[in-house]
Each structure stands twice: as structure tokens, then as C-alpha cells.
């Protein structure tokens, strides 16, 4: 990993790099070109204040960019994105060790490096964290998105040129005004969107709506799941179809269980049915299954759909684990795992039944962890 100093000949890569990603977090989610091409002119990427770095992997892809601002006064900022495709792939956290390296490695002794981002913008806390940096405050309803015209918390973490030089992390203590002690915070569950969306598929929440879409799939895929599916065993009723659909409506309203609907961008089509289950929001950790209606079988949907939900767990959500449980013998399911990079940890023995209860099966654990 290195980075590698944006030029002034490189402008349109710089411009196509911001406006094909998406930076949800942004004040500027989706920025223009002529946006960019104004910040550039204006000195807003390179001037003696500034300047911008590609971030490069050990291939020399470019995985994202930063900008160092600031870099007369003694406390400088930054702010690093990381492309759409690279993220999840730990480059956060190493891109910003190299970037306090270099601002430490500066004229001037600088004496602090410090960045901010939405209090709910999981995947860039966690990468300042494993980049040493520390919380320092917490503002509420200081960071306005104009495109939900709201206002969210704002979070600022910071590193010392102490705390780098001697690779140590000294902890803010937080008094509550009365006997000085750290502030306890409890764990509680990210706020999220219900729907995001992968190269060809929406990928959302259930609703009451969805009852006969997924009951028409099962229907006509029941060959196809009912050697590995408990709920294909017998063609099912739509009324049954429909109570399914409440809970899973209701659990997701809970957070107890996160089930999600694959539906075609281009046709508006019902592919299948995925999501992350067996959750244990304490670490946290899920489970990604999924089904998929025979007619789109061997098109590469599943695979599209898990590698952005388990995207979604990691960014979103705060995943530690992410987990993919399969029957030994589905060699489909098995293969979805492998192309979206899960690694096989182990084969439980005689670990579960079949569907029908008739034969005592094995389990395949894929994960991936973060």
C-alpha cells in the first residue's frame, strides 16, 4: 500500500473517480463534474495548503484518494474515500497510517492529525480506530445531508504526533461532572437504509406487498430448493406465504432477523430472497442465506447479491463476522460462497438432517471477518 501524489495531468481520473463512486456519507453524495472541475481550479485539490494522494494497493490499482488540507497550520485535516468496489478489503485503516506518516514527516512538526464523519458512518470509525486514532467529541446534529435535509451527530477522532511516533493510544477520558469517571456507553444497533442496490438488483427490506412474488417463486422453484429448503417441502399457501412475510416484516422492524428481497433494477422482477440472519449484534455477527427463483438461475445473481450484502454487514451494520452455513453436498450454494471470497473454516460432522428429516448431512462454515 503507498500513495501516490495526484498531478495536475491526472485531472480527469480524479474527476471520474468522484463522480462514478458514491460517497453516501458526504455532505455530496453523487458530486458533478463541473463541481469538481470548479474545486480543482480553485486550488480545492492541490495549492500550498492542500494536496491530494491517490491511495494505491500492493497492485497499484488506485483504491481511493485523500486530500490533506490545511498543511500551514499546525493541526491538519484530512479526507479519505475509498472507491466503491475496494471497499471492506481493510484499505481504510492502512491508507490512514500512511497518511499521518506523511504529515508527521513534515517540515514544521505538525502536532496533531484529526478528521471528522457522520456519527453513524460505521466503516470510518472502526477505520480511524485501527488507525490509532481516538474519539475525541461527539457534536450533536452538527452534520447536515442535503439530500435527506436532516441533521445527524458528528463525530472527530484525532492522533497525536506523541501517540504516532511512540505507536501508543491514549484514550480521552470522558468525565460525567461528578466523580470523574469514564463514561459508559452501551451497545446499541446502527441506524441503516432498508435498500441498496448491487450492479443489476435491488436488494431491500420485505414488505406485505412482496407475499405473492415470493410465493409464485417458490412455487415454480420447488424442484430446484426442495432437496435443501425446510419451507419446500410442500407447495405452500399463500396465506401461509403471507403470515411468513408479517414476521419477517416484523422482525426486521426489530432487528431480530434482516431478511432481504433481490429484486431485477432492469425489469422490476422477483430474483430471490437473501439476508442476514442468526445475528448477534454484540460482536457483531451474522449469517447470509439465500434462495434464488429457478428462472434466473446460472446468471450470476446470488453472487452479485452476497457479495453486497455482506458489504452492506461490514460497512452498514459494523460486522466483525460474516458467516455462509451450506449443506456439504450443495455444490451450488458452496460455489456462491467461494466467488464472493468466504474461506472455508471447517465441515461439521453429521452436523444437521435433510430437509425431509430422512439423512444426517454435514455443514460447510464459510466466513469472512473484518
Not at 434464488?292 to 459494523?318: C, K, W
Request: aromatic share 10%.
Amino acid at each position: 500500500m503507498q500513495l501516490q501524489e495526484w498531478t495536475m495531468e491526472e485531472q480527469e481520473q480524479l474527476i471520474h473517480f468522484m463522480t462514478t463512486n458514491t460517497w453516501p456519507y458526504h455532505g455530496n453524495s453523487h458530486p458533478a463534474r463541473k463541481l469538481i472541475e470548479k474545486a480543482i481550479e480553485e486550488g480545492g485539490y492541490e495549492s500550498d495548503e492542500v494536496k491530494t494522494f491517490w491511495v494505491e494497493n500492493d497492485q497499484s490499482d488506485k483504491v481511493g484518494i485523500v486530500k490533506i488540507y490545511d498543511l500551514q497550520d499546525e493541526i491538519p485535516l484530512f479526507d479519505l474515500r475509498i472507491a466503491d468496489m475496494s471497499r471492506g478489503n481493510g484499505y481504510g485503516p492502512k491508507a490512514l497510517r500512511l497518511v499521518a506518516e506523511y504529515v508527521f514527516g513534515l517540515h514544521g512538526r505538525k502536532i496533531r492529525l484529526e478528521g471528522h464523519t457522520r456519527q453513524d458512518n460505521l466503516a470510518m470509525r472502526k477505520t480511524f480506530e485501527r488507525a490509532g486514532f481516538v474519539k475525541e467529541a461527539h457534536l450533536r446534529q452538527a452534520w447536515f445531508s442535503p439530500k435527506e435535509n436532516s441533521y445527524y451527530d458528528a463525530v472527530t477522532y484525532g492522533i497525536t504526533r506523541e501517540d504516532f511516533m511512540a505507536g501508543t493510544t491514549t484514550p480521552v477520558i470522558w468525565e460525567d461532572g461528578e466523580k470523574g469517571r469514564v463514561a459508559a456507553t452501551s451497545p446499541r444497533i446502527p441506524d441503516f437504509p432498508e435498500s441498496f442496490e448491487s450492479e443489476r438488483l435491488i436488494i431491500r427490506a420485505p414488505k406485505m406487498g412482496d407475499a405473492l412474488d415470493v410465493w409464485n417463486a417458490i412455487v415454480n422453484s420447488m424442484p430446484a430448493l426442495r432437496e435443501w429448503m425446510p419451507f419446500a417441502q410442500q407447495q405452500p399457501e399463500l396465506a401461509s406465504t403471507e403470515e411468513n412475510m408479517r414476521k419477517a416484516v416484523a422482525d426486521f422492524i426489530t432487528r431480530e432477523d434482516l431478511r432481504l428481497h433481490l429484486y431485477s433494477k432492469e425489469t422490476g422482477e422477483f430474483v430471490g430472497s437473501s439476508g442476514l440472519h442468526r445475528i448477534n449484534w454484540a460482536i457483531p455477527k451474522f449469517e447470509i442465506g439465500y434462495w434464488l427463483a429457478s428462472e434466473f438461475e446460472g446468471q450470476g445473481y446470488m453472487t452479485e447479491a452476497v457479495i453486497r450484502i455482506q458489504q452492506f454487514a461490514f460497512e452498514q451494520l459494523g460486522a466483525r463476522r460474516v458467516e455462509i452455513r451450506c449443506d456439504e453436498q450443495n455444490i451450488k450454494s458452496r460455489s456462491v460462497a467461494e466467488r464472493a471470497g468466504f474461506i472455508l473454516e471447517g465441515t461439521l460432522q453429521q452436523d444437521s438432517l435433510s430437509p425431509d428429516g430422512n439423512v444426517l448431512r454435514n455443514t460447510c462454515i464459510y466466513a469472512k471477518i473484518d
